[in-house]
């Protein structure tokens, strides 16, 4: 059964940083690829990055020089470094998974977690 469970969310000040993690059971972790999309209250769910298998990574443009994604195979989990946050960031973030390849569409990634709320105040 495979668990992807997301932490590191949080409040904080406009301009301010947090790094979400989040971690993976119940499958072969170095041949997934792993994605961070968000929520807004009323929107719909978007990607913001994602890691594939070989390390490659991929950025919305929204978050493209402020956020960094990244992934450690032997704790099985994948991270997202965000910087310089903006209000317009507030979001429940959701961690997923997918085999070997990134992509940005949702609808191609196969497990999901439960996500972890961010909120930026001004």
């Known amino acids: 059964q495979v668990q992807l469970e997301e932490s590191g969310g949080g409040q904080v000040l406009a301009g301010g940083s947090l790094r979400l993690s989040c971690a993976a059971s119940?499958?072969?972790?170095?041949?997934?690829?792993m994605a961070w999309f968000r929520q807004a209250p009323g929107k719909e769910r978007e990607f913001v990055a994602s890691?594939?298998?070989?390390?490659?990574?991929y950025y919305a443009d929204s978050v493209k020089g402020r956020t960094t994604i990244s992934r450690d195979n032997d704790k099985n989990t994948v991270y997202l470094q965000m910087n310089t946050l903006k209000p317009e960031d507030t979001a429940v973030y959701y961690c997923?998974?997918?085999?070997?390849?990134?992509?940005?569409?949702?609808?191609?990634?196969?497990?999901w977690g439960q996500g972890t709320q961010v909120t930026v105040s001004s």
């Open positions: 997923a998974s997918r085999y070997l390849q990134a992509t940005n569409a949702l609808s191609a990634y196969d497990y």
């Open positions: 119940g499958l072969s972790f170095s041949h997934y690829a």
């Open positions: 890691i594939n298998w070989s390390h490659d990574t």
